[in-house]
């Protein structure tokens, strides 16, 4: 059951589940040049949901970030946190700023998508369709 907020948008009641679009029997393949991370994440999600092409290419840059944040752990996970810098002495290792980095434009890419808050714990809001906000992605069957 669907309630209006304050801003005059719907708020789900129900879970997340019912909130978001499932996808359609052909899920279009991954791009290419994805690593493991970002293929699986791809293919999960487009198992799961259908996608208009213009959030596909949201969805290439998100699946993509989740790989190079990836990267950057796997080069963190072999050197310090912190390094010695001339001018300011013990510094942030240059790996752990690009992963903030790198999840500040995942939450961006998410965001645009439309994705739910699973951390927020909270219902989604939906705005009132609009020319620019509306969701083109669709519940299928």
Not at 19 to 26: I, K, L, Y
Not at 76 to 100: D, K, M, N, Y
Request: charged letters at 25%.
């Amino acid at each position: 059951m669907d309630t209006r907020n304050a801003e005059g948008g719907q708020v789900a009641a129900s879970s997340q589940a019912s909130t978001w679009p499932a996808a359609a029997p052909n899920a279009p393949a991954p791009p290419r040049g994805l690593a493991a991370g970002g293929r699986a994440a791809w293919k999960r999600l487009t198992k799961r949901y259908e996608f208009a092409p213009h959030e596909l290419d949201l969805l290439r840059e998100y699946c993509m970030t989740l790989d190079m944040i990836g990267l950057l752990r796997k080069e963190l996970a072999g050197g310090p946190l912190t390094v010695h810098s001339p001018q300011a002495g013990p510094v942030v290792a240059r790996p752990v700023a690009e992963i903030r980095a790198q999840q500040a434009e995942l939450r961006r890419l998410a965001e645009a998508i439309g994705f739910p808050d699973p951390a927020a714990g909270l219902p989604v809001v939906r705005r009132p369709a609009g020319a620019r906000d509306r969701r083109s992605h669709r519940r299928a069957g």
